[in-house]
């Protein structure tokens, strides 16, 4: 459920900074860069996760790969597959 959950929020979190970008400058909005950032953000946001997983959890670092990997490259593919659709 966790997994989803951050699989969601980040999906959110990209829609919030395109539209952020969108808001303060439309020449913005029309580039790659509220994807990188987001991309960026994003790659802070699942290592602190992974973090959390190995810290606090225990689970291993091998344990935590695939939820890494699932939670960083679902939201990432799913912004990238958009952005590709709506920019000509």
Known sequence: ????????GG????AVITGLA???????SRGWMPTVIFA????????WNVWVG??????TFM???PIFLL??????ATAVAIKR???P
């Open 54 to 59: 190995m810290t606090q959890a225990g689970y």
């Open 22 to 28: 969108k808001f303060f400058s439309n020449q913005a």
């Open 85 to 87: 659709k709506i920019t």
């Open 11 to 14: 999906i959110i979190l990209w």
């Open 71 to 76: 939670t960083y490259s679902l939201p990432l």
């Open 40 to 47: 960026a953000i994003w790659l802070l946001v699942t290592g």
């Open 63 to 65: 344990e935590e790969l």
């Open 1 to 8: 459920m966790r997994t989803l959950l951050f699989i969601f």
